[in-house]
């Protein structure tokens, strides 16, 4: 069972570069998320999408962006990167019921110099 | 933003000893999650508690919701060194598409 897969697992940048983080899950769950995770800071939501077609912004928005024009893959975009951004990237997705659980890739860490 | 406080922050102990760990918040949330994590991987669903007052067991690990539904703990048993890792408190609503805010983590390191 594949699950939530993410791409690349390590990248570094040089600042002002762009890149895409590639997010793909196999469980058809309608809502998908972006998370970053910085030392002693917990995971702070970027982005989300309930369905194909519909994205939102989380905390944390600024410099990154989104789109989902299928249900499997919800790729985020970084134009212009900052070393601010250097972090570890997690995408998640659920059912959408609220107790249900979350289902989490694992991850992407992003260097920015 | 529903805001989760979890203490302690790091906590290193010896095997056999018993711990707790605390999630709290000023909001009432409908469900509380924990999840443990690993290093170099996603976090990974450890219980789901939806009822104010239960307790569920997994095995070591027992996990209560407040009666207020504003908090939760982490109680483990006789730690083991496969205990090791970061522990996350999470909650949410229907806001955000049902997204989970997070605490920040407690890190325990449990050594033989």
């Known amino acids: 069972n594949a699950g939530v897969t993410q791409t690349p697992k390590f990248r570094i940048l040089k600042i002002g570069q762009s890149m895409t983080l590639q997010c793909a899950q196999d469980?058809?769950?309608?809502?998908m998320y972006w998370y970053r995770q910085d030392p002693g800071m917990g995971l702070k939501l970027i982005y989300y999408?309930?369905?194909?077609?519909?994205?939102d912004k989380g905390e944390v928005p600024n410099g990154y962006n989104v789109s989902r024009s299928t249900t499997e893959d919800f790729p985020l975009r970084l134009e212009l990167a900052a070393p601010s951004q250097t972090s570890v990237y997690f995408c998640?997705?659920?059912?959408?019921?609220?107790?249900?659980?979350?289902?989490f890739g694992n991850g992407t860490r992003l260097t920015v110099t | 933003t529903q805001l989760l406080e979890q203490s302690p922050q790091f906590l290193s102990i010896q095997e056999g000893e018993n711990l707790t760990v605390y999630c709290n918040s000023s909001?009432?949330?409908?469900?509380l999650q924990w999840y443990r994590q690993e290093p170099g991987e996603g976090p990974v669903l450890l219980v789901t508690?939806?009822?104010?007052?239960e307790v569920k067991k997994l095995k070591r690990l027992t996990f209560q919701f407040g009666d207020a539904r504003k908090d939760s703990s982490l109680h483990i048993t006789a730690a083991q060194p496969g205990d090791t890792g970061l522990y996350l408190c999470?909650?949410?609503?229907?806001?955000?598409?049902?997204?989970?805010?997070f605490g920040k983590g407690t890190s325990l390191l449990v050594t033989p």
């Open positions: 909001s009432v949330f409908s469900s």
């Open positions: 998640a997705s659920r059912p959408g019921t609220e107790a249900s659980p979350l289902h």
């Open positions: 469980m058809n769950h309608n809502y």
């Open positions: 999470a909650g949410g609503g229907a806001d955000s598409g049902y997204a989970l805010n």
């Open positions: 999408s309930v369905g194909a077609g519909i994205t």
């Open positions: 508690v939806v009822t104010g007052g």
